[in-house]
């Protein structure tokens, strides 16, 4: 991939791997197989989160610990996987709190084991993780339901990146059932989530009974209407990956337009993204994790596109990164977390505002992995 870049830039990518390196190295024996999700005065602490072993982003260390072993054979970065991955065993047995999300959380862990490896233990899991997602198909609607209680019509935008692990455990199976649900999903994501100019809704309520799609509420960004950039992102790489996995050309054209309306709002702010796109300009708001998010989807593009057109989504991908690193990074080593900036969502806690997300810094590792070709497809 870095064929297409200047030598400068090439460089640039070299030396923020090398950065990478150094400060990964270190996490990984002082965090081992913790599972961290934001650092507290620079530390992360052992789940640390709104719900404890059942939370979202528990698979996302992990997914940096597989990267970084198969970019650099290192035997610390397993170990440490190997043990999230049994850790994350009591949330598959105690169930209740899982949700649309096992795919975040077991692609990263098992189902990463087992590409990598081949452990069959992984494969069960991964596939347990698939069984419980194609569970919570609603025909009527077509689409995934999102969360529990009584959100029973819910479909958010997230979930496109949750289906990989669909698509994955019907190859492993020769099932077609499952990547039939990934794609009818797909489909109503773009019926109801996406928008004719390429920004998209967080969440579409759906009828769970007759399937009409009911209101589009505001989710995580500023309000109804609005353009949450997380959201925007996961619909990016999201529908890209249901391209390469299914090769059918709608959803490639859909990350497309996506991208490019991102790439827009990225450009009108100096290649710093905000939390929202269409949220007023003070107070400053920025979400590190959409970008990172983003610049995956992009550099993912790059690879179905003609040679004449790669450059747009490099370019971009490249942009926003080295605007990023330089504004927002932290490489000391005595403090956890590499990418800042990072927000949970638009009105969320202060303290998840402009803070260093595990997912920011999984999405950066393998955006600059993915430049270098030293990642490996963990979706
Ligand atoms: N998937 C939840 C979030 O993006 O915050």
């Given at each position: 991939?870095l064929?297409?870049?200047?030598?400068?830039?090439?460089?640039?990518?070299r030396?923020?791997y090398?950065?990478?390196?150094?400060?990964?190295?270190?996490?990984?024996?002082?965090?081992?197989?913790?599972?961290?999700?934001?650092?507290?005065?620079?530390?992360?602490?052992?789940?640390?989160?709104?719900?404890?072993?059942?939370?979202w982003?528990?698979?996302f260390?992990?997914?940096?610990?597989w990267?970084?072993?198969?970019a650099?054979?290192?035997?610390?970065?397993?170990?440490?996987?190997e043990?999230?991955?049994?850790?994350?065993?009591?949330?598959?047995a105690?169930?209740?709190?899982?949700?649309?999300?096992?795919?975040?959380?077991?692609?990263?862990?098992?189902?990463?084991?087992?590409?990598?490896?081949g452990?069959?233990?992984?494969?069960?899991?991964?596939?347990?993780?698939?069984?419980?997602?194609?569970?919570r198909?609603?025909?009527?609607?077509?689409?995934?339901?999102?969360?529990?209680?009584?959100?029973?019509?819910?479909?958010i935008?997230?979930?496109?990146?949750?289906?990989?692990i669909?698509?994955?455990?019907?190859k492993?199976?020769?099932?077609?059932?499952?990547?039939?649900?990934?794609?009818s999903?797909?489909?109503?994501?773009?019926?109801?989530?996406?928008?004719?100019?390429?920004?998209c809704?967080?969440?579409?309520i759906?009828?769970?009974?007759t399937?009409?799609?009911?209101?589009?509420?505001?989710?995580q960004?500023?309000?109804?209407?609005?353009?949450?950039?997380?959201?925007?992102?996961?619909?990016?790489?999201?529908?890209?990956?249901?391209?390469?996995?299914?090769?059918?050309?709608?959803y490639?054209?859909?990350?497309?337009?996506?991208a490019?309306?991102?790439?827009?709002?990225?450009?009108?702010?100096?290649?710093?993204?905000?939390?929202?796109?269409?949220?007023?300009?003070?107070?400053?708001?920025?979400?590190?994790?959409a970008?990172?998010?983003?610049?995956?989807?992009?550099l993912?593009i790059?690879?179905?596109v003609?040679?004449h057109?790669?450059?747009?989504?490099?370019?971009?991908?490249?942009?926003?990164?080295?605007?990023?690193?330089?504004?927002?990074?932290?490489?000391?080593?005595?403090?956890?977390?590499?990418?800042?900036?990072?927000?949970?969502?638009?009105?969320?806690?202060?303290?998840?505002?402009?803070?260093?997300?595990?997912?920011g810094?999984?999405?950066?590792?393998?955006?600059?992995?993915?430049?270098?070709?030293?990642?490996?497809?963990?979706?």
């Amino acid at each position: 991939m870095l064929n297409f870049l200047p030598e400068d830039d090439r460089q640039w990518v070299r030396q923020t791997y090398y950065k990478i390196q150094e400060k990964m190295q270190i996490q990984c024996r002082r965090i081992g197989d913790m599972i961290p999700f934001i650092p507290r005065d620079g530390r992360y602490k052992d789940l640390d989160t709104p719900t404890g072993i059942f939370w979202w982003t528990n698979g996302f260390w992990s997914g940096i610990l597989w990267q970084m072993h198969h970019a650099t054979g290192e035997g610390c970065y397993r170990t440490a996987a190997e043990g999230v991955e049994k850790r994350m065993d009591d949330a598959l047995a105690g169930f209740m709190g899982l949700h649309h999300d096992v795919g975040f959380q077991w692609l990263h862990t098992a189902v990463a084991n087992y590409r990598l490896t081949g452990n069959e233990q992984s494969k069960a899991r991964g596939l347990h993780a698939a069984t419980l997602l194609a569970g919570r198909y609603n025909p009527a609607g077509k689409f995934i339901r999102a969360w529990n209680k009584d959100m029973t019509g819910w479909m958010i935008i997230d979930c496109m990146m949750n289906l990989p692990i669909l698509y994955w455990a019907g190859k492993e199976l020769g099932d077609p059932r499952f990547a039939y649900i990934a794609e009818s999903h797909a489909d109503t994501v773009i019926a109801y989530g996406v928008r004719p100019d390429g920004s998209c809704n967080h969440i579409s309520i759906m009828d769970p009974i007759t399937g009409e799609c009911l209101e589009n509420p505001a989710g995580q960004g500023y309000e109804s209407g609005s353009s949450w950039s997380r959201g925007q992102a996961w619909a990016l790489y999201g529908f890209a990956l249901s391209y390469l996995h299914s090769g059918e050309r709608r959803y490639l054209d859909i990350a497309k337009r996506i991208a490019h309306y991102f790439i827009a709002n990225l450009a009108m702010n100096d290649w710093l993204p905000p939390a929202d796109f269409r949220a007023p300009s003070e107070p400053v708001k920025h979400d590190t994790t959409a970008a990172m998010c983003a610049c995956c989807g992009m550099l993912e593009i790059t690879k179905h596109v003609g040679e004449h057109e790669k450059a747009l989504y490099f370019r971009a991908a490249l942009n926003t990164l080295k605007a990023c690193v330089d504004a927002f990074c932290d490489w000391d080593s005595n403090r956890d977390g590499i990418m800042g900036q990072g927000t949970s969502q638009y009105h969320g806690k202060e303290d998840q505002l402009h803070v260093p997300i595990i997912y920011g810094d999984y999405f950066f590792v393998e955006a600059i992995l993915r430049l270098l070709e030293k990642d490996f497809l963990i979706w």
